[in-house]
């Protein structure tokens, strides 16, 4: 159950769960403040627990916010591995392609709306994840002795990618944003849950055969999230 509230200057969102033990503070992508507690918690201490941090959750609000994508020229984006400055003209058709470190991005208003640059950067991003993974799978998934599965890229923001009980690999459009390195490890990792669905010490065992440095690849996928958020 979801419920909204205020306390000083920090609105937020509060989600109950019986299977919570602690109060735990979360700001989300938007910079907006996430709560979740255990389902008896009074409101009062929930509140209270949010002043006592309020200064880390003010200065973590600010910087997500600062980061937020505004769609509009000089805009930058993580794009395969690297970062690429965005720039928004007016034409005749609607357009977008990345070339020297340039997002350029064409609509047919004069306005240039933010909502509709916005549009044509997943475009963009989705086409070419789908481009980029169709030429590692096939590499990857005869090293692994596997068949090529059917996988889909979404607009998600929560996983880079998951593997399905059914062996349908999901990336998201937000893979764009990694160099070749950090999705050859993702295509790795989903097309090795069709050998172990589970991350159990055989599981890691295979992405370490594979791909030494894997670990070492992991983490740099924690230090990228924040950066690929495509808001």
Known sequence: MKTAGKV????????RRRSSKNIVLRVNDLGQVEVSAPFLTPKAMIEEFILANEEKLLARMAERRERHHHYTDGDRFLY??????LSVVHGSTYHITEQDGILRATTIEEERPPEVVAALVRWLYKKRTRQRVQAMLPDWAMKLNVATPPF?????????????????????????????????????????????????????????????SY?????????????????
């Not at 059914?166 to 950090?182: P, V």
Request: glycine share 2%; hydrophobic share 35%; proline share 3%.
């Open 8 to 15: 000083a200057q920090i609105p937020y969102t509060l989600t």
């Open 80 to 85: 395969e591995g690297r970062y690429t400055e």
């Open 152 to 212: 889909s890229v979404r607009d998600s923001r929560k996983r880079w990618a998951s593997c399905s009980s059914k062996g349908r690999l999901n990336f998201s459009l937000r893979c764009q944003a990694l160099d070749d390195e950090q999705l050859s490890y993702l295509v790795l990792h989903e097309l090795s849950h069709l050998i172990h669905f589970d991350h159990s010490p055989d599981f890691h065992a295979l992405l370490q055969q594979h791909m030494p």
């Open 215 to 231: 670990k070492k690849v992991q983490r740099s996928l924690a230090a990228v999230q924040e950066e690929s958020q495509l808001i």
